[in-house]
């Protein structure tokens, strides 16, 4: 079966950094719904299309193409008591943007006395990354799939 709108396409992948560092990598195959439905980068979407169980391929990608550029409006400095006593680096918390109604995953940076320093960027905004895969698994997505337009494991939702 080829990968196709409407198809389940499983696959194995690396990703790392221009160095060739390794950020992420499957231990199992993850799958998405191809066509455009946003659950994997459009360039690798792109390059996937229409082909078969087997192939492999490997993609250098920049920011704009991934998670972004590096935004440093996504840095904000609370008071320090706005957070738990426990509040430790390397926490997340959901909070709004300044300005803006989206909720944002933050990561506590930085902890002084008096304040918390939190991030919102992707770990990986503003890096050049290579995306390299092997397609393990191309089935039709059933109806409920593409009316949710992700992906379920069979025993209900994959959120």
Same mark, same amino acid.
């Given at each position: 079966? @080829?990968?196709?709108? !409407?198809?389940?396409?499983?696959? !194995? $992948?690396?990703?790392?950094?221009?160095?060739?560092?390794?950020?992420?990598?499957?231990?199992?195959?993850?799958? $998405?719904?191809?066509?455009? $439905?946003?659950?994997?980068?459009?360039?690798?979407?792109?390059?996937?299309?229409?082909?078969?169980?087997?192939?492999?391929?490997?993609?250098?990608?920049?920011?704009?193409?991934?998670?972004?550029? $590096?935004?440093?409006?996504?840095? @904000?400095?609370? =008071? @320090?008591?706005?957070?738990?006593?426990?509040?430790?680096?390397?926490?997340?918390?959901?909070?709004?943007?300044?300005?803006?109604?989206?909720?944002?995953?933050?990561?506590?940076?930085?902890?002084?006395?008096?304040?918390?320093?939190?991030?919102? &960027?992707? =770990?990986?905004?503003?890096?050049?990354? &290579?995306?390299?895969?092997?397609?393990?698994?191309? @089935?039709?997505?059933?109806?409920?799939?593409?009316?949710?337009?992700?992906?379920?494991?069979?025993?209900?939702?994959?959120?």
């Amino acid at each position: 079966m @080829r990968v196709e709108k !409407n198809t389940i396409v499983s696959l !194995n $992948y690396e990703l790392s950094d221009t160095e060739g560092n390794i950020l992420e990598k499957t231990e199992t195959p993850i799958s $998405y719904l191809h066509g455009g $439905y946003g659950g994997i980068f459009p360039l690798v979407e792109e390059k996937l299309h229409e082909k078969e169980v087997g192939y492999h391929c490997s993609i250098s990608m920049e920011p704009e193409d991934t998670f972004g550029e $590096y935004d440093s409006e996504l840095i @904000r400095v609370e =008071p @320090r008591d706005a957070f738990p006593d426990n509040v430790s680096v390397g926490m997340h918390f959901e909070g709004g943007a300044e300005n803006s109604d989206d909720v944002l995953i933050y990561k506590v940076t930085d902890i002084t006395d008096d304040t918390v320093i939190v991030d919102a &960027n992707h =770990p990986f905004a503003g890096m050049s990354l &290579n995306f390299s895969c092997t397609i393990t698994d191309v @089935r039709s997505a059933t109806a409920e799939e593409i009316l949710h337009q992700h992906v379920h494991d069979g025993h209900g939702h994959t959120h």
